[in-house]
């Protein structure tokens, strides 16, 4: 390579310029930089609301990318076809991109680099979506952590580098390669109407979330450990879908909150914990990938959840109209945000699998379908988890109770009516905006009643007990 000789940064989930050691290595190299973002086949298998939040994304990154004299370059089809005719129409002599943890993109990147390599090209992945790599962390006798407090313990005191600022200018190529519209690719499509719902409540970018990380760390930091659990309260970072699509690094997020522990905030220690859940879970998702497809615990290979997507309880769950008030002001607030609370996704989704005994595998293809912060490794084990047969999941057998819980963390009933329109002389335009982003095909307007009970909740209990008891657990 000559100091001319242009660089690819092959881009996938990290959508950013500062924090990007991928893109630091193409600068390094000394020539131009070519950025670009290829659509393949795992951009095809997103959901209608991630694929959505991805596209608004990238047309972010296309702003940042002209302020600095750059270019986003899209590229649909095949990623090392659209690579190797990269290379050919640029004359690179190098493919940098920040490494991915799911099986699929392992497989696809290992026959990237490989063929690139025998080609003579300079190909290298880089981190960035995780502090820590997966084959870094090691439990004593070797081997993943398959408990979550191990884990913390065995990182918490670990160096996290420091983040990478941002390049001023990105040297641009002679000549800029062929690019796709990225109106054209249509990323919306599977929102319909409920892309103009949800849009005001995303916070876009790399700037949107740097911004949103200082705010948190300068305030609601403080009492995030027990806030935290208060849905009606904006007591959260809410950077769950910045850090999806890499629109922020978690090195940057570790390094604010260990300013904030260090300059008193109590509560900054239980959201580092957070952080590092995020790791176990990718840790988790690399070491033992069964995890995205199946029970992560073989032993309840024979569990029998009910497995019909379409059974009418199932369909009440997915509509939020299951008579409980926390379940559906939860599968609302999802329908109108792109989000959902923490502290209620344990709920819908203990209420699917214990109360309705209905397969987890069907609540979680429903969230990837329906959120914006969608991440496949979370995803996975937040269902496991709350299921029952996942990891650091004991006890298995506790069953949430949608109405203590609501009792105790909504006692004013500020969250459901925030969510749930019916019932209310005057409901706020939050709850009257699910009635907006809901297929028509459901039918339901704010002049439906509020349905009755779906299920008796303490005969639900013992039905789910009693077949953890009939299984052997």
Known sequence: ??????????????????????????????????????????????????????????????????????????????????????????????????????????????????????????????????????????????????????????????????????????????????????????????????????????????????????????????DYKDARNVPAVDATSNLSENLTYGEISPRQCWHAGQRALHQGATGAEHWLKELVWREFAYHLMYHTPHILTGNWRSDWDAFPWATDADHPEVIAWKQGRTGEPFVDAAMREMYVTGKMHNRARMIVASYLTKHLMTHWKIGLEWFADCLTDWDPASNAMGWQWVAGCGPDAAPYFRVFNPETQLEKFDPDGIYTRRWIAEGQSRPPASALAYFDAIPRSWGLDPKCPYPARLVDLARGRQRALNAYENRGF
Not at 7 to 26: F, G, K, M, Q
Not at 147 to 155: C, D, E, F, G, N
Not at 205 to 222: K, P, Q, S
Request: with cysteine.
């Open 1 to 222: 390579m000559t100091d001319k000789t242009p660089s690819i940064v092959w881009l996938r989930r990290d959508l950013r310029l500062a924090d990007h050691p991928a893109l630091c290595a193409a600068l390094a190299d000394g020539g131009p930089v070519i950025v670009v973002f290829i659509h393949d086949e795992s951009v095809d298998r997103l959901g209608a609301a991630p694929k959505w939040r991805l596209g608004l994304s990238l047309a972010s990154l296309e702003r940042s990318l002209d302020e600095r004299g750059s270019r986003l370059i899209l590229r649909r089809g095949d990623a090392l076809g659209e690579l190797r005719a990269l290379v050919t129409e640029t004359g690179a002599g190098a493919v940098h991109w920040s490494r991915l943890y799911e099986p699929d993109a392992i497989a696809r990147d290992k026959v990237v680099k490989a063929a690139l390599r025998e080609e003579g090209i300079k190909a290298q992945s880089h981190a960035g979506h995780l502090m820590f790599e997966p084959w870094t962390v090691e439990t004593k006798t070797g081997g993943c952590y398959r408990v979550y407090s191990p884990m913390w313990r065995a990182v918490k005191d670990r160096e996290v580098a420091a983040p990478i600022k941002a390049p001023a200018h990105i040297p641009a190529p002679d000549s800029w390669p062929t690019s796709d519209r990225l109106d054209d690719w249509r990323m919306g499509a599977g929102m319909v109407r409920g892309a103009e719902v949800c849009l005001p409540y995303q916070r876009i970018g790399e700037a949107a979330a740097t911004e949103r990380l200082h705010a948190f760390a300068d305030g609601a930091i403080a």
